[in-house]
């Protein structure tokens, strides 16, 4: 199945592919007026569509059924990691993780953080291509960097949500996080900077109502580590899929 990606898709309706979108349709797949090809808007539903304006820069689709649609009990997971001092490990990151399945990722700025500040624009590019890859209808929301101790206040608690902060203090207690996670839950992880967080973030996170976890016994690269998260959340709760 080849899938395309338009935010502004809907049942019944027209909607125009974005340059990107159009170009692969028409030019690379070389699609024409009545081919049909699947559309996904992003948020978990899935259309049957027909092409009835092939354009290279500005391709027309007409909906013409309904696929499939996202169950609103879906859990989700929110990656919370600091951006590493060389990009292209954060490239590989929101690729392997939205292929995984992911519903958020927040750029952390840490004490020890390596990189401070990195452009979202290119992570989305690469989470949307990711997205039709692995033939998922959920775009992830990539949120822009922001310092720890401002956005964790911020966390929503609830019954449906757990909280995890995967730190490196082997002195302190932690759960596995295999053990710790719950199926059926949301979750939001935690994944510090090479140099790990301060012991002023981590008790800031705990006050917060994040629980302390681990991730094995192996010392883990930043991106190897949020993705280590991303993969057992999705081995606990892929029975709900």
Same mark, same amino acid.
């Given at each position: 199945?080849?899938?395309?990606?338009? #935010?502004?898709?809907?049942?019944? !309706?027209?909607?125009?592919?974005?340059?990107?979108?159009?170009? *692969?349709?028409?030019?690379?797949?070389?699609?024409?007026?009545?081919?049909?090809?699947?559309?996904?808007d992003g948020r978990g539903h899935l259309y049957g569509c027909r092409i009835v304006g092939a354009d290279d820069r500005a391709c027309v689709v007409e909906t013409v059924d309904t696929?499939?649609?996202?169950?609103?009990? *879906?859990?989700?997971?929110?990656?919370?990691?600091?951006?590493?001092?060389?990009?292209?490990?954060?490239?590989?990151?929101?690729?392997?993780?939205? &292929?995984?399945?992911?519903?958020?990722?927040?750029?952390?700025?840490?004490?020890?953080? &390596?990189?401070?500040?990195?452009?979202?624009d290119r992570l989305e590019k690469i989470a949307v291509s990711a997205m039709k890859q692995s033939l998922h209808?959920?775009?992830?929301?990539? *949120?822009?960097?922001? #310092?720890?101790?401002?956005?964790?206040?911020?966390?929503?608690?609830?019954?449906?949500?757990?909280?995890?902060?995967?730190?490196?203090?082997?002195?302190?207690?932690?759960?596995?996080?295999?053990?710790?996670?719950?199926?059926?839950?949301?979750?939001?992880?935690?994944?510090?900077?090479?140099?790990?967080?301060?012991?002023?973030?981590?008790?800031?996170?705990?006050?917060? !109502?994040?629980?302390?976890?681990?991730?094995?016994?192996?010392?883990?690269?930043?991106?190897?580590?949020?993705?280590?998260?991303?993969?057992?959340?999705?081995?606990?709760?892929?029975?709900?899929?």
């Amino acid at each position: 199945m080849q899938l395309f990606y338009c #935010k502004d898709i809907a049942p019944g !309706g027209y909607a125009t592919l974005e340059g990107e979108e159009s170009r *692969h349709a028409v030019r690379v797949m070389r699609l024409r007026e009545g081919d049909e090809i699947n559309v996904t808007d992003g948020r978990g539903h899935l259309y049957g569509c027909r092409i009835v304006g092939a354009d290279d820069r500005a391709c027309v689709v007409e909906t013409v059924d309904t696929l499939s649609t996202l169950h609103a009990s *879906h859990s989700t997971l929110h990656i919370a990691v600091a951006p590493t001092k060389n990009p292209s490990r954060m490239e590989w990151l929101v690729e392997k993780a939205v &292929e995984i399945g992911v519903g958020e990722m927040t750029l952390l700025d840490c004490d020890h953080s &390596e990189r401070s500040f990195l452009k979202t624009d290119r992570l989305e590019k690469i989470a949307v291509s990711a997205m039709k890859q692995s033939l998922h209808t959920v775009l992830p929301t990539i *949120h822009p960097s922001v #310092k720890l101790s401002d956005w964790l206040p911020t966390v929503q608690a609830g019954p449906l949500v757990q909280k995890f902060i995967a730190h490196c203090e082997a002195d302190q207690p932690r759960t596995p996080l295999r053990e710790a996670l719950e199926g059926g839950r949301n979750a939001v992880v935690l994944i510090g900077p090479e140099g790990d967080f301060s012991a002023e973030e981590i008790a800031l996170a705990t006050e917060c !109502g994040f629980r302390p976890v681990s991730l094995g016994p192996s010392r883990l690269r930043t991106e190897t580590a949020a993705l280590y998260a991303c993969c057992a959340f999705n081995l606990v709760n892929d029975y709900e899929q």
